[in-house]
């Protein structure tokens, strides 16, 4: 989950552009910080443990100049977080220094090895070792190309590197496996890097990379191999041309535009991104093709991790509502335990939003083994998941710089509640076909707009609760409660458990004493819950209802009612209405505790290690 970048320029000077990138790749990682330069012959490298910022100064990194090099920002996998761990990574003779993002395996064995032959290794990680085997390498060869390539069959595991050979200038060498890495070409030079926002200040035109390719770049060029298993081979210039994708996103999209966080920026754009993300699926023939699909597969599979499985479930949930269609919501890390019942008449359903989810992908691969049909939905054109899918249906949210998903999670909800709505006219279960989610749908851009609004002055004054609470639901208001607590968890370390409000009478509710907090996330389909409610109220519990301004519920003198926009009675709009009470709560509870909410502990924006 580190972020990578590497820059080769015809003239000027990297170092601000690599900086500029770090800075954009700092939500995969900030654990410590590094970066390489090529200058007179020779690499420089300077690294810390810390935030870039931080580094920038103590280590005084504007001062470097040269037209290549490499950076890095980790999130630690292999090694404690410290200034040796730090990446780069370099060889006894301090001619290569290598980034690497991604995890190798048979890391002891190597170790062993190279130590066995008189390697110094200084550091706990496991990028150090591709540095010394590569010196090794390239001292045999002679040929960086045939080094790299030798290197890379020596490696199990998952990477994505980015190179500096100082008896090369100009050059920045890549290899990409089973980690997310893209190529951007420019008019000034060249770039590779983890994340399409990190090169966006050098060009929009980028190259997808897949599994096994590698190569260089130079200020005026690239050239891609692919692995086979004899050795390797070039990829045409012609395909690579092909290969070339435009980028809508603008560098402007990837700063903070004034906010003082990410967070809340995105946050604020949720009405932008749900806007954009229906109207571009809804007259989209994959849409339309996707759902057909599901029509008519014997089983539906949904596989995702995080909050794109909480999307999931929303899915799952109008898919039974919408097109009488049964689905199984799976925690992408366990879909062992489905793989003997897949088979071709499986269609799987995957969620990314990075579309380079590590759990994610390793599932959909397994499943497409075993004959499956592939239907992606991620945010990202040319991610991993978008490559392997049978089809891709995208949402448009832009760039999410923030660990925390916002508005990729409602853009999520609205291409998938699209989805579902498809597949029951698709089915043919729908009195007025998808109609019934397509005109809720459509204006769900001014609903979300006024669910903020009405939310914000509650999520400020509910942003000091500290301690453990629950955040209990029925039906759509279940699923809606976990990403609720996902959010207050992982942004303002506060406990939050979310539960289905009927089953805490079998246990949870013993934890309920005076001044305990209990949010409750009333939907239409579950009124019910007011009896949940009650419950906790009765045994002492601070208790918070949420809902729909036109939802009647008979709630007594006690508990809190913090009415948002009205749904109609519509399903279809509820998690518009609700989840951004929760995103500002979370958000104003973190700001409030001194924390950032845009870099939270251990955590980083897309997992992309096993």
């Given at each position: 989950m580190c972020g990578i970048i590497g820059i080769t320029m015809r003239r000027g000077n990297a170092t601000p552009i690599i900086v500029e990138g770090l800075r954009r790749l700092e939500y995969r990682g900030y654990d410590s910080v590094g970066v390489a330069l090529q200058s007179g012959g020779r690499v420089e490298i300077r690294k810390a443990k810390g935030t870039i910022d931080s580094f920038v100064r103590k280590a005084s990194v504007m001062s470097l100049r040269g037209q290549t090099g490499i950076g890095h920002t980790r999130w630690a996998t292999h090694g404690p977080p410290n200034d040796v761990n730090a990446h780069p990574h370099t060889d006894c003779r301090g001619e290569i220094a290598v980034v690497h993002n991604g995890v190798i395996r048979n890391y002891s064995s190597l170790r062993e090895e190279l130590a066995a032959r008189g390697h110094r290794i200084i550091s706990d990680t496991d990028t150090e070792l591709i540095a010394h085997l590569l010196e090794e390498e390239a001292s045999g060869t002679g040929s960086m190309v045939d080094a790299l390539a030798r290197?890379?069959?020596?490696?199990?595991?998952?990477?994505?590197?980015?190179?500096?050979?100082?008896?090369?200038?100009?050059?920045?060498?890549?290899?990409?496996?089973?980690?997310p890495l893209i190529l951007a070409l420019g008019e000034e030079g060249n770039a590779v890097a983890s994340d399409i926002t990190a090169v966006l200040d050098v060009s929009r035109r980028i190259i997808p990379l897949n599994d096994g390719e590698f190569g260089w770049i130079g200020p005026e060029g690239v050239e891609i191999?692919?692995?086979?298993?004899?050795?390797?081979?070039?990829?045409?210039p012609r395909e690579v041309e092909s290969r070339v994708k435009f980028i809508e996103w603008t560098p402007e999209a990837a700063s903070k535009a004034g906010y003082p966080h990410f967070m809340i920026k995105e946050i604020y754009e949720q009405p932008q991104a749900v806007m954009e993300t229906f109207n571009g699926a809804v007259d989209d023939p994959a849409l339309a093709e996707a759902s057909r699909l599901i029509a008519g597969a014997r089983d539906v599979l949904v596989v995702a991790a995080g909050t794109s499985y909480h999307a999931g479930l929303v899915f799952s949930y109008h898919l039974y509502?919408?097109?009488?269609?049964?689905?199984?919501?799976?925690?992408?890390?366990?879909?062992?335990?489905?793989?003997?019942?897949?088979?071709?008449?499986?269609?799987?359903?995957?969620?990314?939003?990075?579309?380079?989810?590590?759990?994610?992908?390793?599932?959909?691969?397994?499943?497409?083994?075993?004959?499956?049909?592939?239907?992606?939905?991620?945010?990202?054109?040319?991610?991993?998941?978008?490559?392997?899918?049978?089809?891709?249906v995208y949402t448009r949210a832009g760039p999410e710089i923030g660990v925390a998903a916002t508005k990729t999670y409602l853009a999520q909800v609205t291409v998938l509640t699209l989805l579902a709505g498809y597949t029951g006219e698709a089915r043919?279960?729908?009195?007025?076909?998808?109609?019934?989610?397509?005109?809720?749908?459509?204006?769900?851009?001014?609903?979300?707009?006024?669910?903020?609004?009405?939310?914000?002055?509650?999520?400020?004054?509910?942003?000091?609760?500290?301690?453990?609470?629950?955040?209990?639901?029925?039906?759509?208001?279940?699923?809606?409660?976990?990403?609720?607590?996902?959010?207050?968890?992982?942004?303002?370390?506060?406990?939050?458990?979310?539960?289905?409000?009927?089953?805490?009478?079998?246990?949870?509710?013993?934890?309920?004493?005076?001044?305990?907090?209990?949010?409750?996330?009333?939907?239409?389909?579950?009124?019910?819950?007011?009896?949940?409610?009650?419950?906790?109220?009765?045994?002492?519990?601070?208790?918070?209802?949420?809902?729909?301004?036109?939802?009647?519920?008979?709630?007594?003198?006690?508990?809190?009612?913090?009415?948002?926009?009205?749904?109609h009675g519509d399903p279809v709009l509820e998690p518009f209405i609700l989840a951004p009470f929760y995103q500002l709560l979370a958000y104003y509870a973190a700001v409030k505790r001194g924390y950032?909410?845009?870099?939270?502990?251990?955590?980083?924006?897309?997992?992309?290690?096993e």
């Amino acid at each position: 989950m580190c972020g990578i970048i590497g820059i080769t320029m015809r003239r000027g000077n990297a170092t601000p552009i690599i900086v500029e990138g770090l800075r954009r790749l700092e939500y995969r990682g900030y654990d410590s910080v590094g970066v390489a330069l090529q200058s007179g012959g020779r690499v420089e490298i300077r690294k810390a443990k810390g935030t870039i910022d931080s580094f920038v100064r103590k280590a005084s990194v504007m001062s470097l100049r040269g037209q290549t090099g490499i950076g890095h920002t980790r999130w630690a996998t292999h090694g404690p977080p410290n200034d040796v761990n730090a990446h780069p990574h370099t060889d006894c003779r301090g001619e290569i220094a290598v980034v690497h993002n991604g995890v190798i395996r048979n890391y002891s064995s190597l170790r062993e090895e190279l130590a066995a032959r008189g390697h110094r290794i200084i550091s706990d990680t496991d990028t150090e070792l591709i540095a010394h085997l590569l010196e090794e390498e390239a001292s045999g060869t002679g040929s960086m190309v045939d080094a790299l390539a030798r290197t890379l069959s020596r490696l199990q595991g998952s990477y994505a590197l980015a190179i500096l050979y100082s008896r090369e200038p100009g050059r920045v060498y890549f290899a990409k496996m089973h980690s997310p890495l893209i190529l951007a070409l420019g008019e000034e030079g060249n770039a590779v890097a983890s994340d399409i926002t990190a090169v966006l200040d050098v060009s929009r035109r980028i190259i997808p990379l897949n599994d096994g390719e590698f190569g260089w770049i130079g200020p005026e060029g690239v050239e891609i191999y692919r692995l086979t298993p004899s050795g390797y081979t070039r990829v045409p210039p012609r395909e690579v041309e092909s290969r070339v994708k435009f980028i809508e996103w603008t560098p402007e999209a990837a700063s903070k535009a004034g906010y003082p966080h990410f967070m809340i920026k995105e946050i604020y754009e949720q009405p932008q991104a749900v806007m954009e993300t229906f109207n571009g699926a809804v007259d989209d023939p994959a849409l339309a093709e996707a759902s057909r699909l599901i029509a008519g597969a014997r089983d539906v599979l949904v596989v995702a991790a995080g909050t794109s499985y909480h999307a999931g479930l929303v899915f799952s949930y109008h898919l039974y509502r919408l097109a009488r269609r049964h689905s199984i919501p799976i925690i992408a890390s366990e879909y062992k335990q489905y793989s003997p019942a897949v088979g071709e008449d499986t269609v799987v359903v995957a969620v990314s939003q990075s579309g380079e989810t590590y759990d994610t992908l390793a599932a959909v691969r397994e499943y497409q083994s075993l004959g499956a049909r592939i239907v992606g939905v991620t945010n990202v054109v040319g991610s991993a998941l978008d490559r392997i899918s049978d089809i891709t249906v995208y949402t448009r949210a832009g760039p999410e710089i923030g660990v925390a998903a916002t508005k990729t999670y409602l853009a999520q909800v609205t291409v998938l509640t699209l989805l579902a709505g498809y597949t029951g006219e698709a089915r043919g279960v729908l009195d007025r076909g998808a109609r019934e989610v397509r005109e809720p749908l459509s204006r769900v851009h001014e609903v979300v707009n006024d669910a903020i609004r009405s939310s914000e002055p509650y999520a400020k004054q509910l942003a000091g609760l500290e301690g453990s609470m629950y955040i209990l639901g029925r039906g759509l208001g279940s699923h809606i409660a976990r990403e609720a607590a996902l959010k207050v968890k992982e942004i303002a370390y506060l406990h939050a458990e979310a539960y289905p409000a009927g089953e805490s009478k079998h246990g949870p509710i013993a934890l309920v004493e005076p001044g305990f907090p209990v949010f409750i996330v009333a939907t239409s389909d579950s009124p019910e819950v007011a009896g949940n409610a009650i419950e906790m109220h009765s045994r002492g519990g601070r208790v918070m209802v949420t809902k729909p301004a036109d939802m009647g519920l008979e709630i007594p003198r006690g508990i809190e009612v913090l009415d948002l926009p009205p749904s109609h009675g519509d399903p279809v709009l509820e998690p518009f209405i609700l989840a951004p009470f929760y995103q500002l709560l979370a958000y104003y509870a973190a700001v409030k505790r001194g924390y950032d909410p845009d870099k939270p502990r251990n955590l980083a924006k897309t997992v992309t290690v096993e």
